[in-house]
């Protein structure tokens, strides 16, 4: 399945340090930690030091809460089961990583 990833900026030039939206293609039986796992690997995502938690969203519901690598132990939170299909959770082929409202 091929799933849009868009992400909220952390710093005014972020967007000409990386990308602002990429795609990713995963096969269809991948399970929700395997998504965490890919995005959190990838140069996707960008964080600052007021910034270093974002929460992954998918159609308005949150599937999990990413930090920053060495940033809260560098620990997956899921809202979702870690080990569910990520299609059953997939509205629409997009997931969008936002900035908690505390920040």
Not at 16 to 32: D, F, H, M, R, W
Not at 80 to 98: A, M, W
Request: proline share 5%; with cysteine; charged share 20%.
């Amino acid at each position: 399945m091929k799933i849009k990833l868009s992400r909220q900026a952390c710093c005014a030039q972020d967007d000409q340090a990386g990308p602002l939206e990429t795609y990713i293609e995963l096969p269809e039986e991948s399970k929700v930690w395997e998504l965490a796992q890919i995005v959190g690997e990838s140069n996707f995502l960008q964080f600052s030091s007021s910034h270093n938690i974002l929460n992954a969203y998918c159609a308005g519901k949150m599937l999990f809460s990413i930090p920053e690598i060495g940033y809260h132990k560098s620990i997956v939170v899921y809202a979702v089961g870690r080990d569910e299909p990520l299609s059953i959770h997939l509205e629409e082929q997009e997931v969008e990583f936002l900035w908690p409202n505390s920040l």
